[in-house]
């Protein structure tokens, strides 16, 4: 299948700092990328929508000034956490929509720990 | 929101036995799929079912869905304790930028050797 990668797979960060998590599409080019967020012991929840060369779509209670997200290629997207806090710390997961077999491929996840 | 539910929220068998998860929804799909994932790693895409079928099989995966009653169940045969994972059923809505997936809650299995 596709690969999609994250980088940094895991980051320790000071409260205040701001964090920036890259997703790739390795093989393919993806349009349409989503970015979830995963508590321990939970599920994924969906927190934005990110489409090449136009705004990200929120999840209703997701701030869009505190995770900046931007897509900028076709095979990239970013999100920012701005000014994290401990309560940020979680594992932040990407995926991209590849349109022909119309999939989304998973990323490997970046854990996120705000001190 | 997550929409689905799924029971049991943990099972634990011995190897050799048959494992049997079950994901409910609420809303219409276009599809359903079944992902697995080990433990603070990313998600592995296992096996996807349309609206329109009923049931599918991958190796010793299968799918059941039932859209007259909104729900979903997984079994694993003959399952290894490699198989220790959570699983998650995701609902597919497809929209005009893409398919969204909403997530279940997840069934955390433990195989014992």
């Known amino acids: 299948g596709a690969v999609v990668s994250q980088h940094p797979s895991w980051v320790i960060c000071k409260s205040g700092t701001s964090v920036k998590i890259e997703c790739r599409s390795l093989?393919?080019?993806?349009?349409?990328m989503f970015w979830y967020r995963q508590f321990p012991k939970q599920s994924l929840m969906l927190m934005a929508t990110s489409n090449e060369g136009s705004k990200a779509t929120y999840e209703q209670g997701v701030e869009k000034d505190k995770f900046l997200i931007n897509h900028a290629s076709l095979t990239l997207s970013t999100l920012t956490v701005t000014s994290a806090h401990p309560e940020d710390s979680s594992f932040y997961i990407c995926?991209?929509?590849?349109?022909?077999?119309?999939?989304?491929?998973f990323g490997p996840g970046t854990r996120l720990t705000v001190l | 929101s997550q929409q689905g539910e799924e029971d049991p929220q943990a099972l634990s068998i011995q190897e050799g036995e048959n494992a049997t998860m079950n994901c409910s929804y609420k809303?219409?799909?276009?599809?359903l799929q079944w992902y697995r994932q080990n433990s603070g790693r990313g998600l592995v895409h296992l096996i996807l079912?349309?609206?329109?079928?009923r049931e599918k099989h991958s190796g010793r995966l299968r799918v059941t869905l039932d859209t007259s009653k909104k729900s979903s169940s997984l079994l694993i045969t003959a399952s290894r304790a490699a198989d220790t994972a959570s699983y998650f059923c995701?609902?597919?809505?497809?929209?005009?930028?893409?398919?969204?997936?909403?997530f279940g809650e997840g069934t955390q299995l433990t195989v014992n050797p």
């Open positions: 079912i349309r609206s329109n079928e």
């Open positions: 995701a609902t597919v809505l497809r929209g005009t930028s893409g398919s969204r997936l909403t």
């Open positions: 809303t219409s799909i276009n599809n």
């Open positions: 093989d393919f080019q993806a349009t349409t």
């Open positions: 995926s991209a929509w590849d349109s022909g077999p119309d999939t989304q491929y």
